[in-house]
């Protein structure tokens, strides 16, 4: 899920374009690795979206009530549909979807295992938390992609409305009872690590994703900007949990 109030949004998502990111994807596609970091991106991305969904279809299995239950079909097929937006883009640029969703299957799955909520609020909780940590990421990395995929993967991180939802119902049960406070808060700083951790392995395990951030085709990013990014992660995520109440 893909929860992002403006506030949320990293600090440099609004950053002068670079030479990569002022071209169009016909112009930028012209260098090799360029290409395969873009595929990669949007790769990790599809898939991301695609266990997004199957992870809703499974959470509304918790919810409290029916109402709540059919809000959380509605995010599903949010979800479905930018995966849909994503494996489309893929095939148009004559890529097979499947092919570049699959380097990213075992470190998501891995990641959705070992973060599977045990409850209702534990799994709104990583909905609005874990996953915005995710959209920080690839906004992050949007700024420095050529304008019409920037667009495109800016378009699938669009908060979908429901982070409003996702607040008002963790902070009610905090104030039935305050000790939940204290359970979802280490919940959250869980989440936290784990997330991070994932994407410096993702990053790592692809040559040209790593390219695109510590410079190379995607210009601008260094060692020192790569720490700053993080920093810019964690500042927002302090920021969502004073949304809901919770110590960071």
């Known amino acids: 899920m893909r929860f992002m109030t403006s506030s949320d949004k990293p600090e440099n998502a609004s950053a002068a374009p670079t030479a990569v990111a002022a071209q169009d994807w016909a112009q930028a596609s012209a260098e090799p690795q360029y290409r395969a970091a873009v595929v990669d991106l949007l790769g990790a ?104 995929t920037r667009e495109l993967v800016l378009a699938v991180l669009d908060d979908t409305g429901h982070a409003e939802f996702a607040v008002e119902k963790v902070r009610a049960a905090i104030d039935a009872d305050p000790r939940v406070g204290g359970r979802l808060a280490l919940w959250a700083r869980r989440l936290m690590g784990e997330a991070l951790s994932q994407s410096q392995r993702v990053v790592a395990d692809r040559d040209a994703l790593s390219t695109m951030l510590v410079g190379g085709v995607a210009d601008g990013f260094d060692l020192a900007e790569v720490g700053r990014m993080f920093s810019r992660i964690t500042e927002a995520h302090t920021k969502r949990m004073a949304a809901l109440g919770l110590a960071a």
């Open 45 to 148: 991305l599809a898939y991301g979206e695609l266990a997004a969904f199957e992870r809703l279809a499974e959470d509304a299995k918790l919810a409290p009530s029916l109402v709540d239950k059919a809000e959380l079909a509605k995010m599903a097929s949010a979800e479905f549909h930018h995966f849909e937006r994503l494996r489309n883009r893929l095939t148009e640029i004559g890529e097979d979807a499947t092919q570049a969703m699959e380097p990213f299957v075992a470190a998501l799955d891995g990641f959705h295992r070992q973060t599977a909520p045990s409850d209702w609020l534990e799994g709104l909780v990583k909905a609005y938390v874990g996953d915005s940590i995710a959209s920080d990421f690839y906004r992050e990395v949007a700024a420095r992609l050529d304008s019409d």
